[in-house]
């Protein structure tokens, strides 16, 4: 895996599957709900699908790897909302994924993400920084149609590498924030 969105996404499937784990442990049933609908919609959803969509119409060694990891934080997605939805997600598993087994049967995800802290930092900089040219189209009450420039000037307190992660992820900064450069 090379890019650092899919290391992203599965660090916070990891840090997702964890706090299931540790909620389920506690039997507080709401926090293990929680944590599943916070990663698939807002971490999954609103961001990992929206940040790879156009280059699944590619046909290339990027979309592939999209495709893969895609399809491995469904499967995994899956078997941490089994616990809080069995009936729905063994027809899931079975349907998607064809598994002969049943999800019950399944071991629970477990991977080793240490080497990801890195893009989860990167990652998460780029999406704050997002966020913030929203909302503040938003404050200013941008049109939707509008593609401002943005500028950013280095105040020092940032991590070192903002401007190299930038330059990495500008096309998709520019596609998700609606600017012009």
Same mark, same amino acid.
């Given at each position: ?13 990891s840090q997702a599957g964890d706090q299931v784990r540790h909620a389920i442990c506690e039997y507080r049933f709401n926090d293990a709900a ?52 069995? %009936? *729905?997600? !063994? ?9 002969? @087994? +049943? ?21 998460? %900089? *780029?999406? !704050? ?9 938003? @404050? +200013? ?17 940032t991590h070192s590498g903002w401007q190299d992660w930038i330059a990495t992820h500008k096309d998709a900064m520019i596609r998700m924030a609606?600017?012009?450069?």
């Amino acid at each position: 895996i090379q890019d650092p969105i899919n290391h992203w996404i599965l660090l916070e499937l990891s840090q997702a599957g964890d706090q299931v784990r540790h909620a389920i442990c506690e039997y507080r049933f709401n926090d293990a709900a929680d944590a599943v609908y916070h990663f698939i919609w807002h971490r999954f959803c609103d961001w990992y699908l929206e940040w790879i969509k156009p280059s699944l119409s590619h046909d290339n060694t990027k979309s592939t790897e999209y495709t893969r990891v895609a399809a491995t934080v469904m499967a995994e997605a899956i078997t941490i909302l089994h616990p809080l939805m069995p %009936f *729905i997600t !063994e027809e899931l598993w079975k349907e998607i994924f064809s598994g002969d @087994e +049943m999800l019950i049967s399944s071991p629970w995800p477990e991977r080793d993400v240490s080497g990801y802290v890195g893009a989860g930092e990167q990652i998460g %900089f *780029i999406f !704050e920084l997002i966020t913030t040219v929203r909302s503040l189209r938003n @404050e +200013m009450n941008v049109p939707a149609s509008a593609k401002p420039e943005l500028v950013l000037l280095d105040d020092k307190a940032t991590h070192s590498g903002w401007q190299d992660w930038i330059a990495t992820h500008k096309d998709a900064m520019i596609r998700m924030a609606r600017l012009k450069d």
